[in-house]
């Protein structure tokens, strides 16, 4: 099974990069072949991205995030996923272009890099922590996708403002639906992050030996969580504007890049497998 699995990491990034070139053709020139193909390559994708998944945890006999790279590719599979479910319900698929370029990239690094850990953390094959870390994931997947948002939203925002009415506000939603996305987005991370955080507190007690209060991925993460709290509550109660939120989660996202990267490879203590 380690064959297939080498195999897929060519496989998955020429897969990914096929898709992006798909949805490019379809936001960039409406292309007829795209709009009939998009759909059905995006649920291939995802489909054989979920399969690498299952046969790297039956080959290593551990939830695939003992290493960065391999929490890349779990965090590309959780954005993508979830896009596939948005786009599901919305129908809107000239977003995709700039979502599935962030897996594409994810992914890639993953492919390039990743290997089979030597040694890792029981806990990686352990139920309660699997759901733990399934559902921070899914917080930064949902978290991630509200930060592209934003990003369009400012985009077309600008453009309309200087009354450029060129590709982006011929394809993108209207100004109310995008920040909509944002907003949504933005709520279904922080609830996932809640329950992972939650869920990681729970199992503290079961690693032993370390200042866990002052682990730097735990404190990068609470600020993230505070971001995005805030960009949830401030927009819901206290009138925030979609422009105060679309920046907000941009830098949220930020942070939560930073934990990802530089804390992971740099700052890592008790949490260097995730």
């Keep these: 099974m380690a064959s297939g699995i080498q195999a897929q990491n060519i496989i998955l990034p020429t897969l990914y990069a096929l898709l992006w070139a798909d949805y490019a053709l379809l936001f960039f020139r409406n292309d007829p072949f795209a709009e009939r193909t998009a759909k059905h390559l995006l649920r291939i994708t ?60 994810f992914q890639t690094i993953s492919s390039a890099f990743v290997e089979a850990p030597e040694s890792f953390s029981d806990l990686l094959w352990e139920p309660a922590f699997i759901l733990h870390v399934t559902t921070a994931l899914l917080g930064y997947s949902g978290m991630a996708i509200s930060a592209v948002y934003g990003l369009l939203y400012l985009m077309l925002f600008y453009d309309i403002k200087k009354h450029r009415f060129g590709l982006i506000y011929k394809q993108l939603p209207s100004l109310e639906v995008m920040s909509s996305f944002t907003y949504r987005s933005a709520t279904l991370g922080l609830v996932f992050l809640t329950i992972g955080m939650v869920g990681g507190l729970a199992l503290l007690v079961r690693v032993p030996g370390t200042s866990w209060i002052w682990d730097p991925k735990l404190m990068v993460t609470f600020v993230a969580w505070l971001i995005y709290g805030l960009c949830v509550a401030a927009s819901r109660f206290w009138g925030w504007s979609a422009k105060r939120v679309a920046f907000t989660s941009i830098a949220g996202f930020a942070i939560i890049l930073f934990s990802l990267v530089v804390v992971n490879l740099v700052f890592t203590r008790f949490h260097e497998f995730v």
């Design 46 to 105: 995802v489909g054989a991205h979920a399969i690498y998944l299952v046969m790297r945890s039956m080959t290593y006999h551990h939830f695939p995030i003992a290493t960065v790279f391999e929490a890349f590719s779990v965090l590309a599979f959780s954005v993508i996923a979830l896009y596939l479910i948005i786009e599901s319900r919305i129908g809107v698929r000239t977003t995709g272009f700039f979502i599935i370029g962030i897996v594409f990239v």
